[in-house]
């Protein structure tokens, strides 16, 4: 896979509310918390609701289909052991249906040159190692 960081510098800090997440990742399944007291996507995860404070959650899945909302092109190695990795296509993808949910990631397996804002991807799983999997993008019909 290309356009992902090396395996080896890549560790997840999972707390009591980002866990379920990556428990999921783990699994190739993308859920999403949302608010189980008025319906609000809560992400990144955290203890209240931003709408209603309310703390309770329930998990949804979601497909991982959705667009890029913006991006960047990484092509500095601001350490050395990501200078092979390079360049990296940095994304911020909205997903549909969660209220404008955006998950930051990679757009993988592409030339940085094909990626503009507004396009359709897919997700993909990078799997780092056991028990550890980030989720990717690749552009939709690519
Ligand atoms: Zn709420």
């Avoid at 890549?10 to 608010?35: D, G, Q």
């Avoid at 289909?65 to 913006?70: A, E, F, L, P, R």
């Avoid at 804002?117 to 897919?122: E, F, L, N, R």
């Avoid at 190692?129 to 990717?136: F, G, Y």
């Amino acid at each position: 896979m290309q356009g992902v960081l090396p395996k080896d510098i890549i560790e997840l800090t999972p707390n009591v509310y980002t866990e379920p997440y990556w428990l999921a990742t783990a699994e190739h399944r993308l859920i999403l918390p949302r608010c189980t007291t008025c319906g609000t996507y809560r992400f990144p995860p955290g203890p209240f609701c931003w709408n209603c404070r309310a703390q309770e959650v329930e998990w949804i899945e979601h497909d991982g289909n959705g667009t890029i909302y913006s991006f960047t092109v990484v092509r500095h190695p601001v350490i050395p052991e990501v200078a092979e990795a390079l360049p990296v296509v940095a994304a911020v993808v909205e997903l549909p249906d969660t209220g404008g949910v955006r998950l930051i990631s990679n757009v993988v397996d592409c030339a940085p040159e094909d990626v503009k804002i507004g396009m359709a991807v897919t997700i993909d799983w990078y799997d780092v190692r056991e028990n550890t999997t980030i989720p990717v993008f690749r552009l939709a019909g690519g």
